[in-house]
């Protein structure tokens, strides 16, 4: 099925930015759409972006439009989360994950990388 590898996160201060990174390797990159979650302390885990497979179409969780951008390179088999203006709020573990289905926007992810810490300091 393959596997997804994500970059080392990192911590920044508000109103700063972040990029992180995944690599998907075996038929992953290929066959699926690609997108990011992300799980902060004591909540459950959030969609942030997606984008799809063949167009690149992409898609947001509202709370992180205007400030993160989802792109890909399907030379590298990388999809990229670049996070700009962060916030204390945006703190949390990011997944990347991969699925067949985009649902109103939302990434159905049937594959997990291991995640990513990612700390905004205020």
Not at 13 to 29: E, F, K, R
Not at 51 to 72: H, M, N, P, Q
Not at 79 to 98: G, I, R
Request: glycine share 12%; charged share 15%; net charge positive.
């Amino acid at each position: 099925q393959g596997q997804l590898v994500e970059s080392r996160g990192g911590m920044v201060q508000a109103g700063g930015s972040l990029s992180l990174s995944c690599v998907a390797s075996g038929p992953t990159y290929s066959s699926y759409h690609m997108g990011w979650f992300r799980q902060a302390p004591g909540k459950e885990r959030e969609f942030v972006a997606a984008i799809s497979r063949a167009l690149g179409t992409t898609s947001y969780v509202d709370s992180v439009k205007g400030r993160f951008t989802i792109s890909k390179s399907d030379a590298a088999n990388t999809v990229y989360l670049q996070m700009n203006s962060l916030k204390p709020e945006d703190t949390a573990v990011y997944y990347c994950a991969a699925g067949s289905t985009i649902r109103m926007g939302r990434l159905e992810p049937t594959l997990w990388g291991q995640g990513t810490q990612v700390i905004v300091s205020s």
